[in-house]
């Protein structure tokens, strides 16, 4: 059902991106890698490659409006279409209030609020010209749900989430379907900074955020995945 979809996926060097991509290789589509390390990003575009698929690595700061039109160009230049967006680019604070920086607001808040919004934005204007596509956004559960230490974190997957559910009523009816994936705790790089005692053997692996992404994408015509709520089994319902 993927096979020659051309699919954008942000945060594409490592982690979760890194591993929807490999999967997206594997049954034939055609991807627009895109991520702040160019070393990284081409490894993981080469990969791609071997897998069969067609590939491109595109540098991109999500939250520099040319260069997230500059990966638009690109993508189109290449292949001619864009038919799915997976946001994953996204980085993580999780500290205590009284240790939270204003820096690390702004941090949070420009790459998974705002940058979320300018991709987003810029390929569904793409989308819109060829009868619609797919946005699948991982973000996570602390966009349902908050915890100790992540104020700045949750208040920019909120916004995210507030964002996406706002382009779904205006893109009503476009053709353009928007999903919002809560997954549980990830075991990616995302926790390699985090000062926070937590079992990363007992989470979900990027392998398993991949597939929900790809189901997400493999919806059928004519239908959406909304939400999708996937957890560890020792967090059932929390």
Known sequence: MLKDKVIIITGASSGIGRATALALAKLGAKLGLAARNYAALSAVADQARQLGAQAIAVPTDVT????????????????????GLVNCAGVGVIRPIEQLTEEDIDRTYAVNTKGVILVSQAVGAAMLKTGGGRIVTPVGTMGRYVMRGSVAYSASKWGAVGALKAMATEWQRSGIGISLLYLGGVNSPFWDAIEMKVQRDKMLSVEDAAQAIVSALQAPAGSVLNELVLQPDSHQFI
Not at 64 to 83: N, P, W, Y
């Open 64 to 83: 520099q409006k040319d260069q997230v039109a500059d990966l638009v160009s690109e993508v189109l230049a290449t292949f001619g279409r864009i038919d």
